[in-house]
């Protein structure tokens, strides 16, 4: 018996990146010593309160089956925070409660395209968008965001790519590139969006963590609102991101459907985690500030560290908890260099590659240690490109 199509054509490309990680696993519990600079998870835990709040809601009952959509009392705070963050009028019937960004994209692609419809997303890109637009039968299209441009997308190149699709899919703050959409490239969306009638799909679960610019979520410009599902996240926030919990805020109609959806997938999100999630998004801002600072603090580490070496160029880092660096002058590629400073220093970083073409010559560190072990890693990166670039 053979597999369906859809999964078994979910990745097709392959990906250099992962094995690096998986190799870094083995060699940690193979007691070897690894520094882990390849994924975008905290080494913090979630902070005890959340925890406690999640358990004191589980232990009052609330294990049971709970509403679809989210509960109505999540719905309501995530349309609040967005109405604020975004000044576009959000209420409860524009949300729905998802199993984490990752889901709530799949959610809104299964809404807005049909099978063989092509999306458009940009490269760099956070590499689950191609199997993910696969797994709802979509085309993916990818559009080069090229490092001479700040990694930001061009119009035209939007433009031409957008002939005859459905979706556009962005990801403003970025990952891997650490890019925030300035205005003329959210125009230039806003132009290609409207002029090729897409969707637009905005994954927007690093809006906490921007440290140069400004983010605006393009459900904020005129008109864009009805086209557009927003993506966010407790995940990155608010230490989250085993809890599995998220959000897409779109216009009510789609939102509905999207309702409908879930009763075939999850049949909702756990009311517990949802209480839990509630809290954090209410009575948290303490760690949703702490952990932002955090990251803005590593940030500045690297900044200070990497800054005019030798075989090193940083991307500008404007925003999310990542650090792409320019690794070209060291005359290797990303997966070489990678492999080579894994097996040598036994430090693990993801090659630019692995994001898509376009990074293509870099590397990206998650800044997710403690700042001292951040500094010693870095210190060893930029000794490890500077012999290289020799
Ligand atoms: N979108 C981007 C750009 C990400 O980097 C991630 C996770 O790293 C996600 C979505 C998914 O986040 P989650 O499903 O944990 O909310």
Same mark, same amino acid.
């Given at each position: 018996?053979?597999? @369906? ?189 409207? %002029? ?20 605006? %979520? ?35 109609? =789609? ?6 959806? @879930? ?50 160029? =940083? ?62 890693? =870095? ?12």
């Amino acid at each position: 018996m053979e597999p @369906s199509r859809r999964v078994s054509t979910l990745h097709a490309g392959g990906d250099s990146g992962w094995a690096i990680y998986f190799r870094a696993l083995a060699m940690r519990e193979a007691g070897q010593p690894v520094t882990m600079l390849a994924v975008g998870d905290h080494h913090e835990t979630t902070p005890e309160p959340v925890i406690a709040h999640m358990a004191a809601s589980a232990r009052g009952g609330h294990t049971g089956y709970t509403h679809i959509p989210g509960t109505p009392a999540l719905r309501e705070a995530i349309a609040r925070r967005v109405q604020t963050r975004t000044g576009v009028q959000t209420g409860p019937e524009n949300v729905i409660v998802c199993s984490g960004g990752q889901a709530a994209l799949f959610a809104a692609l299964m809404a807005v395209i049909d099978p063989g419809d092509r999306v458009v997303f940009i490269d760099p890109y956070y590499p689950t968008y191609p199997g993910t637009i696969r797994a709802c039968s979509g085309v993916p299209v990818a559009v080069a965001a090229r490092p001479e441009h700040g990694f930001e997308p061009a119009a035209e190149d939007l433009g031409a790519a957008a002939n005859g699709a459905q979706a556009l899919l962005m990801n403003s703050p970025n990952n891997p590139t650490g890019a925030v959409y300035g205005p003329q490239t959210l125009a230039g969306i806003a132009d290609v969006a409207e %002029s090729h009638d897409l969707w637009l799909i905005s994954d927007e679960v690093y809006e906490t963590q921007v440290w140069d610019g400004t983010h605006v %979520s393009p459900r904020a410009l005129p008109g864009l609102a009805e086209r557009t599902v927003a993506l966010g996240s407790m995940s990155k926030s608010h230490v989250m991101t085993g809890w599995r919990v998220g959000w897409a805020v779109g216009p009510a109609e =789609l939102i509905a459907y999207m309702g409908e959806l @879930s009763i075939s997938t999850t049949y909702g999100i756990p009311g517990f985690i949802q209480d839990a999630a509630h809290f954090a998004l209410t009575e948290g801002t303490d760690i949703e500030t702490g952990t932002t600072a955090n990251y803005r603090r590593r940030r500045d580490i690297v900044v200070r560290l990497l800054e005019g070496t030798n075989g090193l160029r =940083l991307v500008p880092a404007r925003a999310a908890m990542y650090a792409m660096l320019d690794i070209r002058a060291t005359g290797m590629t990303g997966p070489d260099f990678a492999w080579a400073l894994l097996e040598a220093e036994g430090i693990a970083v993801l090659p630019g590659e692995s994001f898509g073409e376009a990074a293509a010559g870099h590397v990206r560190l998650a800044l997710t240690l403690p700042d001292a072990e951040l500094e010693a890693a =870095l210190t060893t990166i930029v000794r490890f490109a500077a012999d290289r670039a020799r």
